[in-house]
């Protein structure tokens, strides 16, 4: 993805008649924005803290006025939520909007919101090979399934089918299956958050948040009051080796991610292989190659010789959701009808049948 291409380079690289096209993945703490200038010519990435607006509308305006953009009239927004009509709440956010209200204030004539895992999944065919890194071994069938999950401040999961000579992504909302803890410790961890929720997602644990979680949960069984950590604060001391108990979470936390991604590769037969995108899992830099991780994605029963031939790799991109976004983009505005509502609809089936190459 050419994200340090200048504005003038993009302009005399077949620019859109229509002008830039706004591309937007949201999550749960981070905004992050780009501009595509032509057909995979994305520029000017921006990341803004959800935290510091009151709406979605009013940082889709705060990024345009940075870089003095007017005049745009398709956009896609990729967000951590499903997306199920024309009314969306964000699960891990306080905003919520209507998408039809919305593109008439900031004056779009297309406005498609998709799930942010559909648009990543999207995105990986795309990949270049020093944009992803493999964790331990097995070998990609090609055009097989391929299962994308990623910890950030939920856990976004998702999968994608190669049928009719183009990809499909499979949305899915995985992050909130039920926690299945896979040794003792883990049921200790279990038992702790059993305590505070009815329900244990295995995103309550396999997140950002969740780091912090587990890291209490850990800690209570050696005081009745632990001291609370954030989940940057953990992840540094861990990754200095400074502090044992942290260590000892993020170990944990690997191994969760390890059982998630195995259930999901056994769930869709991903013999296309395993992506792991999201913000968690790049901080822990060289030490996720070592976690439990790989070991526990191949510790499957019966099925372990069948994992162990499926290649897991990390999404190393900057910005990965925005190519695939662009991909479901320009698939709509390809088919568009002139019916406002179809935007809409329209828009969210696309999200599930863009035609990309392998």
């Not at 940082?59 to 956009?75: D, E, P, T």
């Not at 891990?92 to 008439?104: G, Y």
């Not at 329900?199 to 309550?204: D, F, P």
Request: aromatic share 8%; hydrophobic share 45%.
């Amino acid at each position: 993805m050419s994200s340090s291409l200048s504005k003038n380079d993009a302009m005399h690289a077949h620019p859109y008649p229509d002008g830039p096209r706004l591309l937007a993945d949201i999550g749960g703490t981070n905004a992050r924005f780009a501009l595509e200038y032509a057909s995979g010519k994305i520029i000017n990435a921006k990341t803004l803290a959800c935290a510091d607006f009151a709406s979605l509308t009013l940082a889709v305006q705060a990024y345009l006025n940075r870089w003095s953009c007017g005049g745009i009239r398709h956009a896609i927004v990729a967000i951590a939520n499903p997306v199920t009509g024309d009314s969306v709440k964000m699960t891990n956010h306080h905003w919520e909007f209507s998408i039809e209200a919305t593109r008439s204030e900031l004056k779009f004539d297309t406005l498609l919101v998709v799930n942010d895992f559909a648009a990543l999944a999207m995105a990986v065919p795309m990949l270049r090979d020093d944009e992803f890194e493999q964790i331990g071994g097995g070998t990609a069938v090609t055009e097989g399934v391929i299962g994308v999950l990623g910890a950030g401040t939920g856990l976004g999961i998702a999968g994608l089918m190669f049928v009719d000579s183009r990809w499909l992504a499979i949305e899915s909302e995985g992050g909130h299956v039920a926690f299945s803890p896979s040794d003792e410790r883990e049921l200790a961890v279990l038992q702790y958050c059993w305590q505070r929720y009815d329900h244990v997602s295995a995103e309550r644990l396999v997140s950002g948040p969740g780091i912090a979680l587990i890291h209490e949960a850990l800690a209570a069984q050696q005081t009745p009051h632990p001291a609370a950590l954030s989940t940057a604060a953990i992840v540094a001391r861990a990754m200095s080796r400074a502090d044992p108990l942290c260590q000892e979470t993020i170990e944990c936390f690997c191994g969760m991610l390890g059982t998630v991604a195995a259930n999901l590769a056994v769930t869709l037969c991903t013999k296309g292989g395993i992506y792991i995108g999201g913000g968690i899992v790049p901080r822990l830099g060289g030490y996720f190659a070592t976690s439990p991780f790989r070991s526990r994605f191949e510790s499957k029963g019966r099925f372990s010789s069948f994992n162990a031939q499926i290649p897991t790799s990390v999404i190393t991109a900057p910005f990965p959701a925005f190519p695939g976004a662009a991909a479901i983009l320009a698939d709509y505005l390809d088919s568009k009808t002139s019916n406002p509502f179809a935007v809409r609809r329209a828009g969210h089936e696309s999200s599930t049948g863009a035609s990309l190459p392998r």
